[in-house]
């Protein structure tokens, strides 16, 4: 046994596992959380006698004799401090990590009242945060302090976060508070790892070592015959489909015997057991029997001559072509050509929360319940329902608080497999991947090889634009076709251009699947195409800057891929935005611009749907939109007071529950502040109008008084029509958000700054919008300079550690600049009206330039093209 004081009370516990498995499954203390298993990110940091410790990678014999301190074991007043500092400073999004973060302020302040912005970055450098690009985190820690100092201390007088009125109104414009930080930053949300039900089984799944291989044979006995184990569940077991697919049904829950595996994640058997170790055990007395095939690890291996076909329909997905008037004609023309090989990597989204599901067997009225942590609660709905092979409205699926996503939780990774298991055991079964179980099973970033020609005439207008994007979707489908759309359809840039043709393939290999990763595609080719528009600059003798200008596309013409720019277009504004901080970096400045879709576009239904319930003093806002860190629950608070007068603490945004909130659509393409903030706007609207019908004045608690107890709904529908370059008219779509970024390099040639000018509509939070540029950004730095999926034998290499995440010792400072065509979008300013009061996307667009930006930066410092990323060789990148 190990003794130790818990937060101020003596415990005793026994040894031979770690110290965050003790807190989290027998002191079921979860603020800490499990992340990486490796002690590399910080999320199960606790305090041992004072000290911070990863607890994942610390045995719990090493704290005998030891004070070991907790999030939750910071007294009520001091933790009220952190709680009001990062709740102000807008330092929380998904919330995964910051009960870590919170860990290591302490510890930073308990030994330096007052540090410098230098110590307090260096004192979270071994804390990962994907989301928020550190910059708020430590303007939260920089407020700690100034808390502390002023209520003498550690503790007494400054109150809790969650008790300061920032805004009494809070509507859209307003630097209102996140609804869900205080919750956060206290460590009391629950993700659905934190929860245990009584009976519940763990499960595990048994995966193909081989990159391909034919499943020969399998013996399970040994497993069943452990005690202690439930059920073990091979592909005869599954009463419905076995396959699941985002777009098409071809990945299968698990493989049969005869059939081929496509990836190292491909699944053979599933086991729920009375605890991880024994589900461990079980499947180690699985026998498997493979014959090992040689795999297909690049698409020029897949596309080859003679090359095993990997699927029905074989090697190549998808194949797409853009074609608008005569681009090789237009660049026989051209003064200036420029022509290059761009490739980019596998990258991983290194959400910080790994994918977790808890299902419950059937209840009394035959309905299973899953509690989830996806992008869409509805496509988890029907991928469990085909699975179980049961109608959909016997299956609900609740959401819990979501740890990150990135378009990386829109496949089934455990959903289905723990619904399974529970419908087979009849007992509640939690799957839970490990971080590098995780990084073996989910969608990655698609590699891609992007070759391109692009020219001018003397004047530096573009003339001609063409490419061949290649992408390595790797096992199944996914979001592949899709993927490929987007970066068909953006690889010519923000410009007008004429003359184009685009030809994309997406290519079966057998490497992890690819699939929606932030920015869908358009960062690679942005990167291609706008690292070529520097060197075709230098050829017609202009600045970067310059050719941009001269080409960026305005309202109402015709952008590359043959779509009308709206009246909100403000690509020339966010130029003109950098102009000054360009001419003035004295030679080492690199621009990129970008421009991505808000909405799925291109004729796909795109629906948001929002129900809203009148009580007395305040309205329920209920929609299944996904809050994965980007803060849609606060974006529709603010659209609710804007409308019916209200203050923030009198709306409720309930948690995405098929059981109740309307489907509202997946996550994705940077739609829910547009789509589902349209419908809310809409049934408040209708709210609104019910009670000045009721009775003829408009006052915000007498109006809710007046409709208590009704119900009102909202829908918008955005449509598009499907991608056609050759209709004489134009084609509808949604809107476009667009950015221009610049990377100045010091003279040491480091990354010195970035400033970020965004086009994306009427801000309806700044905070979170700068938030999402923020984050955007360094997740787009550590694109350009390090990050990279190392795969070895389609097997990824190494853990999260692994993956060139930036920490925040290496983020430099980020000016984020809010750019908007003045009178458009918006009837809050006498502008034409547009939906959600004429919000766009930011989520997405904030990383799209930056990679490109930062290659720019060093072409100008040296003249040399940097046609691959991540930029190794550069003296900023590990």
């Not at 009225?365 to 992008?375: D, F």
């Not at 017609?540 to 080409?551: D, H, K, Q, V």
């Not at 667009?738 to 990354?751: E, K, P």
């Not at 990383?847 to 003249?863: Q, R």
Request: aromatic share 6%.
């Amino acid at each position: 046994m190990v003794h130790f004081t818990l937060n101020g009370v003596a415990a005793e516990a026994e040894g031979g596992r770690s110290l965050l498995s003790y807190l989290r499954d027998e002191a079921r203390l979860t603020a800490a959380k499990l992340a990486c298993g490796e002690g590399v990110c910080g999320a199960c940091s606790v305090l041992v006698d004072g000290a911070v410790v990863r607890s994942c990678s610390v045995a719990l014999e090493k704290v005998e004799g030891k004070s070991v301190l907790t999030l939750e074991g910071i007294p009520g007043p001091e933790i009220g401090l952190y709680e009001r500092a990062f709740v102000e400073a807008g330092a929380v999004q998904c919330g995964y990590c910051t009960p870590g973060m919170v860990i290591a302020a302490k510890a930073l302040l308990d030994s330096n009242a007052s540090p410098s912005e230098t110590e307090i970055r260096a004192a979270i450098r071994r804390n990962l945060c994907r989301c928020t690009g550190y910059v708020k985190i430590v303007d939260a820690i920089r407020r700690a302090a100034a808390y502390r100092s002023a209520a003498g201390g550690t503790a007494g007088g400054a109150g809790r976060g969650r008790d300061v009125e920032v805004l009494a109104h809070g509507g859209v414009g307003e630097r209102l508070v996140r609804v869900d930080a205080a919750v956060k930053a206290r460590g009391e949300a629950r993700y659905v790892d934190d929860l245990v039900e009584p009976g519940m089984l763990y499960g595990a799944a048994l995966r193909s070592p081989h990159a391909r291989a034919r499943l020969v044979a399998l013996d399970v006995s040994a497993a069943q015959a452990l005690p202690g184990v439930a059920v073990v569940a091979t592909w005869k077991d599954i009463p419905g489909s076995r396959f699941t697919g985002s777009v098409q049904p071809d990945w299968p829950t698990l493989i049969a015997e005869g059939e081929e595996t496509h990836y190292v994640g491909d699944a053979v058997a599933l086991v729920a057991a009375e605890t991880p170790a024994l589900a461990a055990r079980a499947l180690s007395l699985v026998r498997a029997e493979y014959e090992a095939l040689p795999p297909l690890l690049s698409p020029a291996e897949a596309l080859a001559d003679g090359a095993p076909v990997l699927h029905a329909g074989g090697n190549v997905l998808t194949r797409l072509v853009l074609e608008r008037g005569d681009a090789e004609g237009a660049l026989a023309r051209a003064a200036f050509v420029v022509e290059g090989r761009f490739t980019t990597p596998f990258t991983d989204h290194a959400f910080m929360e790994t994918e977790s599901a808890l299902a419950y067997p059937p209840d009394s009225r035959g309905v299973v319940m899953v509690r989830t942590g996806e992008q869409n609660v509805y496509d988890g709905q029907k991928f469990i329902a085909d699975t179980l092979g049961i109608p959909r409205d016997r299956v609900r699926v609740v959401s819990e608080y979501v740890g990150g996503g990135f378009g990386g939780k829109e496949d089934q990774t455990v959903q289905h497999t723990a619904a399974l298991l529970a419908w087979l055991s009849g007992r509640p079964v939690k799957c839970t991947l490990g971080r590098a179980e995780s990084t073996r099973v989910h969608v990655k970033r698609h590699a891609m090889t992007v070759d391109l020609r692009v020219g001018c005439d003397a004047q530096g207008k573009l003339c001609g634009f063409s490419a061949r994007v290649v992408a390595d979707t790797g096992a199944y489908a996914s979001l592949g076709g899709p993927v490929l759309h987007r970066a068909v359809t953006h690889a010519a840039g923000p410009y007008v251009n004429a003359d184009v043709y685009v030809e994309g393939l997406a290519v079966f290999t057998n490497n992890p699947p690819a699939g929606a990763f932030r920015g869908f595609g358009v960062p690679q080719v942005t990167f291609a195409t706008e690292s070529a528009l520097n060197v075709l600059a230098a050829k017609a003798g202009l600045s970067p800057w310059e050719i941009r200008f001269r080409n960026a596309v305005r309202p109402g013409q015709r952008l590359s891929n043959g779509q009308v720019a709206g009246p909100d277009t403000a690509l020339e504004e966010c130029l003109l935005a950098v102009r000054r901080d360009f001419e003035g970096a004295g030679g080492r400045a690199g621009i990129a611009c970008g421009f991505k879709n808000t909405g799925l576009g291109m004729g796909h239904p795109d629906v948001g749907r929002c129900r809203l319930v009148v009580a007395v003093d305040h309205v329920e806002v209920l929609t299944g939109a996904a809050s994965v860190g980007q803060g849609i629950e606060t974006v529709l608070t603010q659209i609710a007071c804007q409308v019916l007068g209200l203050e923030p603490r009198q709306v409720v945004v309930r948690t995405p529950d098929t059981a109740s909130t309307p489907d509202s659509g997946t996550t994705t393409a940077s739609r829910q502040t547009l789509i589902t903030g349209e419908a809310c706007r809409r049934a408040c609207q209708e709210a609104w109008e019910a009670a000045l019908s009721s009775d003829g004045e408009a006052v915000a608690d007498f109006a809710l008084s007046v409709i208590a107890g009704r119900e009102f709904r909202g829908e918008y529908r955005a449509e598009t029509d499907p991608f056609d370059t050759t209709a004489a008219d134009p084609v509808r779509h949604v809107a476009y958000s667009y950015a221009c970024q610049l990377v100045v390099l010091g003279s040491d040639l480091r990354i010195q700054r970035v400033v970020a000018a965004h086009d994306s509509g009427l801000v309806v939070n700044p905070v979170a919008f700068e938030g999402q540029v923020e984050g955007g950004v360094v997740m787009g730095l550590g694109y350009a300079l390090t990050e990279h999926l190392v795969l070895e034998n389609g097997a990824p290499v190494g853990g999260l550690g692994r993956l060139g995440l930036l920490r925040s010792v290496d983020v430099p400072p980020i000016q984020v600049i809010p750019v908007r065509k003045m009178g458009a979008g918006s009837a809050l300013d006498g502008g034409v009206s547009g939906a959600a009061f004429g919000a766009k996307g930011i989520g997405e667009i904030s990383s799209i330039p930056t990679a490109a930006a930062v290659a720019g930066a060093y072409y100008a410092a040296d003249a040399e093209l940097r046609d691959r990323l991540p930029l190794l060789g550069t003296p900023y990148a590990r």
